[in-house]
């Protein structure tokens, strides 16, 4: 059973840090990983989809990488900024079927 | 181009009352998902539709939920006679493709369900 961890659960920095956010899954036969954003009272937005077969995804001060093998994937955030306040998830598509398996998620939290 | 839609935002029901949330999904999408989020658990699967054929429906909790997709084009869910636990946000997903192909998902704001 596929199942979706993400360390650390809260996260406080100060405006212009480069910050980590990780995930890592227990079974390494995924089809893709996306992330999400989820501002309070909010749907999920979209950040980076990787599939099974890239090790990484960029999208401006956004890069994730994804290593399969080791089941782990991470969220680099460069110069953050107090509008990167928000939850973001991270999911996981297995090969079979078309759901996604949610971790619980980090708050991010950058202070002015 | 409009995204997922989901309506009702909010919505405040006593215990045995019945409570129906839709889903407009981004057109073109043959997909659809529902998952639901109760308070401070993961985000979790429901059902998948592919058009209107439930391709996936493992997270259904029990039977007092129905979903419909009739037509592929919107959807619906039905919770009767809700319970307390089934508080929660229902969030409805929509993507393009199929099987292997299905691709990136796209949600709505979600329906915040609250059974007293």
């Known amino acids: 059973k596929q199942e979706v961890t993400q360390i650390p659960a809260a996260l406080s920095v100060p405006e212009g840090e480069n910050l980590v956010l990780n995930c890592s899954f227990t079974?390494?036969?995924?089809?893709?990983l996306q992330w999400f954003r989820q501002d309070p009272g909010k749907g999920l937005t979209s950040l980076l989809l990787i599939q099974s077969s890239q090790r990484e995804q960029t999208s401006g001060r956004l890069n994730a990488s994804l290593d399969k093998s080791s089941g782990r994937s991470t969220l680099y955030i460069a110069a953050s900024q107090p509008g990167d306040s928000a939850t973001y998830l991270c999911a996981v598509r297995p090969r079979q079927g078309g759901k996604l398996i949610f971790g619980q998620g980090t708050e991010l939290s950058v202070k002015p | 181009e409009a995204g997922v839609t989901q309506f009702p935002s909010h919505s405040v029901i006593e215990k045995g009352q019945t409570v129906t949330l839709r889903c407009d999904p981004i057109s073109g999408h043959d997909n659809l998902y529902w998952y639901r989020r109760v308070m401070g658990k993961e985000i979790k699967f429901l059902l998948h539709?592919?058009?209107?054929?439930?391709?996936?429906e493992s997270g259904m909790p029990n039977n007092r939920f129905l979903a419909e997709r009739t037509g592929g084009t919107y959807s619906t869910l039905k919770v009767q006679p809700a319970e307390l636990e089934d508080s929660g946000v229902y969030f409805c997903?929509?993507?393009?493709?199929?099987?292997?192909?299905?691709?990136?998902?796209?949600f709505g704001e979600g329906s915040r369900l609250t059974v007293l």
């Open positions: 079974d390494s036969a995924i089809y893709n």
């Open positions: 997903a929509s993507s393009r493709g199929q099987g292997a192909n299905t691709g990136e998902l796209f």
């Open positions: 539709f592919v058009k209107e054929s439930k391709q996936d």
